[in-house]
């Protein structure tokens, strides 16, 4: 049994599975192997320090794989932006056929750079206004993230098993499902719902061929799904991290009635994440992690855990659910 759909067909792709853009993560290793299984891996583009190291970040993944990867530009709120126009350019003069989009409205001006070269734009949103409203502007998929996700859920704080059915009863272009996937029954919940794909962020970090610290690997393995803590709440830019006694500090600063970022910027800093993620100090920093951290027990090769999403969803379609049906249907004669 094989899974078609609209996202499948416009990415040119296996399986129905994305990987998520991940700061720090979304490199070669990990998006050349994706891709290399049947899933779309997403290469981040702001994890190279310039549009240059892009270039070559881009190269070394074509040498990992021969099928579609795509690349992941999420335009942050900065004093002192990157040079976003310049990334772009390198993303369209690789030839590059999908990237994933994220941020501020100020990324419409990259999609009409990426549209003008044939360029497939995956959308990222937390909210069916905001599907809609990208929809109108011409992206050609959403990925919907819901509260479960890693990172910046929004501040509606709608699940999933809401979000997705909900953006698909008015969204018209294709839905990725995105927040608190990490293995098959996910899969078909996310199709069941609505969604044409999935798209796993958290899950992957626990891959053999993430290139984070080992460390990182084990918390993912033994945190559950009460494993997380929302941060910047009171700064109205909620981010979903790892629960750790950093970001534990983090919260119980911010609960001080008078408290401001500036208090907590010592903890979040970016480049005390990295060293999180490149060395395994989990005291340095916060780390990020959706609580799809309930659904993951191993570490195994991105190929390995593909394929039995695959399984699994196979499984479900193909014995379980059938059986169901069937069981209902000799019950009711």
Not at 162 to 171: E, G, H, Q, S
């Amino acid at each position: 049994m094989t899974f078609k759909t609209r996202v499948t067909e416009l990415l040119q792709i296996e399986h129905p599975i994305v990987q998520g853009g991940m700061q720090g993560v979304g490199r070669a290793e990990l998006a050349g192997a994706v891709s290399e299984a049947g899933g779309l891996g997403l290469l981040t583009g702001l994890t190279q320090p310039s549009p240059t190291a892009l270039r070559d970040e881009i190269e070394r993944c074509r040498a990992m794989t021969s099928k579609p990867f795509g690349v992941n530009m999420t335009v942050f709120p900065t004093i002192n932006p990157p040079d976003y126009r310049g990334y772009a350019q390198a993303i369209i003069d690789a030839g590059i056929p999908v990237v994933e989009t994220a941020g501020t409205p100020a990324v419409a001006e990259l999609w009409e750079m990426f549209s003008a070269h044939g360029i497939v734009i995956v959308h990222k949103c937390t909210s069916v206004r905001h599907a809609l409203s990208a929809e109108r502007k011409g992206v050609h998929v959403i990925s919907i993230d819901g509260f479960e996700c890693a990172g910046h859920p929004g501040e509606d704080d709608i699940p999933g098993l809401i979000l997705i059915p909900a953006a698909a009863d008015k969204v018209k272009i294709p839905l990725i499902a995105s927040g608190g996937i990490a293995d098959g029954r996910g899969l078909v919940a996310a199709l069941a719902l609505g969604a044409e794909g999935v798209n796993m962020g958290t899950r992957f970090c626990a891959t053999q061929e993430a290139p984070i610290h080992p460390n990182v690997k084990q918390a993912y393995v033994e945190n559950d799904e009460r494993g997380t803590n929302l941060i910047f709440r009171k700064f109205h830019n909620t981010a979903r991290v790892g629960k750790s006694a950093v970001s534990d500090e983090v919260v119980r600063i911010s609960a001080e009635p008078d408290a401001e970022f500036k208090d907590v910027q010592h903890l979040v800093a970016g480049a005390k994440g990295r060293i999180v993620l490149e060395q395994g100090d989990m005291s340095a920093g916060i780390f990020w992690a959706s609580m799809a951290q309930g659904l993951i027990h191993d570490v195994p090769t991105v190929k390995q855990l593909i394929d039995r999403i695959m399984r699994e969803a196979e499984e479900i379609v193909g014995a379980r659910l059938r059986a169901m049906v069937a069981d209902t249907a000799m019950a009711a004669a």
